[in-house]
Nanobody
């Protein structure tokens, strides 16, 4: 059974930090590119960051470049999103996503809420 379980969300003040984790099981984690998406109320889901299956070539949305860092630990089958200098506009549900490097197979987590507010 495939599972992607996000954790680490919460309420933080502007300028603060959160570290999201995505613990994965039920598939060969090291053969999947990992991404974080987010969806704010009334808005479409958007890509935040992506990292290749072997951990190279991360890329980021312009809105988070320089503030967020995506990483992965293939030994622990876990992906991370370090979010620094958070802004109120970063408030959203953050979703973990896995996509097989050789095809269209993909999986989604259930999401974790991150709220940036004073």
């Amino acid at each position: 059974q495939v599972q992607l379980v996000e954790s680490g969300g919460g309420l933080v003040q502007p300028g603060g930090s959160l570290r999201l984790s995505c613990a994965s099981s039920g598939f060969t984690f090291s053969t999947y590119a990992m991404s974080w998406y987010r969806q704010a109320p009334g808005k479409e889901r958007e890509l935040v960051a992506r990292i290749s299956s072997v951990g190279g070539a991360p890329n980021y949305a312009d809105s988070v470049q320089g503030r967020f860092t995506i990483s992965r630990d293939n030994g622990k089958s876990t992906a991370y999103l370090q979010m620094n200098s958070l802004k109120p506009e970063d408030t959203a549900i953050y979703y973990c996503h896995a996509r097989w490097r050789w095809g269209s197979k993909e999986y989604w987590g259930q999401g974790t809420q991150a709220t940036v507010s004073s």
